[in-house]
Structure formats: structure tokens, C-alpha cells
């Protein structure tokens, strides 16, 4: 089995910064992508950084220039540095990633827990 594990969030100000990570452990051949996705309350998930193989990276609008999702393949961790935060985002934030189990195998998706990420004074 593959255990993706998310770590990192918590209570910031306005304009502050926090930095999350999450792991994949187990059963693993190769991840092709990895991205971070959030909730926010009566709100659907949605896609806020992703990075795929060859290190392509995409986000959504209203984060670019304030967050960067980085990986380190050796570890199968990836990472959100968020920087200016904003109430806006508050929401749970998901991990998940790509993964292939064997060589030539299908790639599975697999989630995280999820962490609070909370921006609030």
C-alpha cells in the first residue's frame, strides 16, 4: 500500500508565510506528479499547485507569484511554500500523488489526510 502524508499547516496572520510537506511511503516504483489541492467550507476542492514530471509546475491564478511547489524525487516529497497569505486562504490542504506500484504498471492516485491551513488575525 502507498501512505501519502501531509505536515506543516496551522494558524498564520495576514501576510504571513508557512511551508508544508507532504510524503509518499510504501509501495512505490516511480511518482509522475504530485500537486497539493484545498477545501475551503461550502467550497469545492480544487487544484492549487501541481508538478509532473521534467518539472513542469502550473498553479492556479490566485496564487502565482505567492506560492511554489517544490520536489525532492529522492525523498517522494513535495512542497508548498506559501508566501502573503491571505484569508482567502483558509482551507484543508490535500496531497496527492501519482504513483506507479510496478515497472510498466498503471499509476494510482493517492490522497493525503489533509492539514489546516487557517490565515486569520
Known amino acids: 500500500q502507498v501512505q501519502v502524508v501531509e505536515s506543516g499547516g496551522g494558524l498564520v496572520q495576514p501576510g504571513g508565510s508557512l511551508r508544508l510537506s507532504c510524503a509518499a511511503s510504501g509501495s512505490i516504483f516511480s511518482i509522475s506528479s504530485m500537486a497539493w489541492h484545498r477545501q475551503a467550507p461550502g467550497k469545492q476542492r480544487e487544484l492549487v499547485a501541481g508538478?509532473?514530471?521534467?518539472?513542469?509546475?502550473n498553479y492556479v491564478d490566485s496564487v502565482k507569484g505567492r506560492f511554489t511547489i517544490s520536489r525532492d524525487n529522492a525523498k517522494n516529497t513535495v512542497y508548498l511554500q506559501m508566501n502573503s497569505l491571505k484569508p482567502e486562504d483558509t482551507a484543508v490542504y490535500y496531497c496527492n500523488a501519482g504513483v506507479t506500484r510496478t515497472a510498466g504498471g498503471p499509476t494510482f492516485s493517492f490522497w493525503g489526510q489533509g492539514t489546516q491551513v487557517t490565515v486569520s488575525s
Open positions: 508538478s509532473r514530471s521534467g518539472g513542469i509546475t
